[in-house]
């Protein structure tokens, strides 16, 4: 892969984060605080003020990562999380016209995968899935070394498949500890490297339905690697061994073997799974 420089926005709720990649480093990064009660327009305009501070003539690309769906072809953003007044947006056209070169627009959780497959634990893999595992559960899934993303990068939304009385994220995610026990999870997570036996049990429990949310993925897609980003992979020694233990009621003796489960290691993976965005449109 020729590794040309490209630009990464991160747009979220609070602050919009650019940087300027040169190959696989990112040599500087902008941020401004925003307003998510603005108007459309308003944050449009914060989020081309960032880019013009890191552009330059050597930029190929830009690519922007946004929690909400995307229509991929058209680069239209549709209800963006946070943000109320991104209900449609049609940010690639916008953004082409500003800067008069290519704009990649996807979700946050497909860039969390892309990222990684170019620039962290996935390089040289050839299917993957990233999971990221904070106040929800997002993915994005790499096969055959592309993107997947579904007509309006919705695809793998394996969180919101129904489990139980309600849907996994409810119980997959850092939500868990309070819909549940209704307890903050970063309180469990200080008592649980404190050695607390029923903050460790909690941890276990969250790693029975994390292994269920990860066999539901496998049945679906039977990748090489799972690659776990978000708050909640730091505690990922609470809950390993629970999860690996529903693992081994998989159907699918070869499939588990053959996995790889690994914690991402990305600095500033937003700004990086942005800009790989660009890298996966030149793989065909």
């Given at each position: 892969m020729n590794y040309t420089n490209t630009i990464g926005i991160d747009l979220g709720g609070t602050n919009i984060r650019g940087g300027l990649v040169n190959g696989k480093q990112i040599v500087q990064i902008e941020s401004q605080r925003i307003n998510s009660?603005?108007?459309?327009?308003?944050?449009?305009t914060q989020l081309f003020n960032v880019t013009e501070k890191i552009i330059n003539e050597t930029v190929t690309?830009?690519?922007i990562g946004v929690p909400g769906l995307v229509n991929e072809e058209n680069g239209i953003v549709f209800d963006v999380l946070n943000i109320p007044s991104w209900t449609e947006v049609p940010l690639k056209q916008l953004t082409e016209e500003r800067f008069g070169i290519p704009v990649l627009i996807n979700n946050d959780?497909?860039?969390?995968?892309v990222g990684e497959y170019y620039f962290g634990k996935g390089v040289e893999g050839e299917s993957m899935v990233g999971l990221t595992i904070g106040t929800g559960l997002g993915s994005?899934?790499?096969l055959k070394g592309k993107l997947y993303s579904g007509r309006t990068c919705g695809a793998g939304e394996f969180g919101m498949i129904d489990y139980l009385?309600?849907?996994i994220e409810y119980y997959?995610?850092?939500q868990f500890f309070k819909n549940v026990y209704n307890i903050d999870g970063e309180i469990i997570f200080e008592k649980a490297k404190a050695g607390d036996t029923m903050a460790l049990k909690m941890y276990e429990e969250l790693g029975g339905h994390l292994g269920n949310a990860v066999k539901t993925i496998l049945y679906a897609l039977e990748v090489d690697k799972i690659i776990l980003g978000g708050s909640v992979r730091h505690a990922y020694a609470f809950f390993e061994k629970c999860l690996w233990n529903r693992?081994?009621?998989f159907a699918y003796r070869r499939t588990i073997d053959?996995?790889?489960i690994e914690i991402s290691e990305l600095e500033n993976s937003g700004i990086l799974g942005a800009a790989a965005l660009h890298y996966d449109s030149l793989h065909k």
């Open positions: 009660q603005a108007p459309a327009e308003e944050i449009v690309a830009i690519g959780a497909n860039c969390f995968a994005g899934i790499i009385d309600h849907y997959a995610s850092g693992l081994k009621t053959n996995l790889k």
